[in-house]
């Protein structure tokens, strides 16, 4: 699987768009695998040319995923070289098949794929999504949870969705960083250097009324600022208002 950052990988699970209707719903859904790192589109009896200049247009950039994209018959010819299956449906069915979420399906294709096993995602047509004809080839139903009173999503999304959570599993950006562009972090002598500025000028203003106060003063004033994870350029731009202001 690709790494986030890594753009001349992709992952090999393939995803297969059961009789799509529009063309620009293909175009979206193309958008939508790049985004994901995912590039193995497969087509079955499309309504529309993939490759007309609506479905290109639509796919914002991901045309290279269009043009790759292979076209069958029938999900049996789509699915005969996978070895796992998956099928995407919001309804339920009568047939005894285990059910994932979209998380578990993501682990449980990792864990398989890491072991050589082929595996591929089917989505259904737009209007009535995959019948039980089509459900037939899958070994696995995904079903991800949504409001129960509005669980419908276009062809893109569904894709777009299922598309995330394997791209998830193996992203590795961080859950919370600081953009800092042309700065970095202040170091301690930086930070040290701006708390002897600022108690130097309250000293002078006399902010300090109470002389066996001003530790604690000054520890409060210092833990303020070091929550505020500081960069270099913050700290030239406080000691430039710490000079202002004492001029008066």
Known sequence: MALNGDAGRFMTPAFILVRP??????????????NCALDDMRLVDPDEDHLCSRAVAASSGAEEILYHAKVFKTVADAVADLQKVYATTGRSRDMIKPVFTGQGM???ILEHEQKGIKCGVLFGPE????????LAYADVIVNIP?????????????VLLTGYELFH???TTQDKFLSMPKTEPANKQETEHLFAHLEQELEKAGYFKSPEKKPRMMLNLRNIFMRAELTSQDVRTLHGVITDLSRG
């Open 21 to 34: 209707q529009l063309a620009e719903n293909v175009g979206t859904a193309a958008r939508a695998m790049m």
């Open 106 to 108: 993501a682990k449980d």
């Open 127 to 134: 209007r009535t999504g995959l019948e039980n004809d089509d």
């Open 146 to 158: 949504l409001n129960p009173r509005h669980s419908s999503l276009n062809l893109a999304q569904a």
């Open 169 to 171: 599993l193996s992203d």
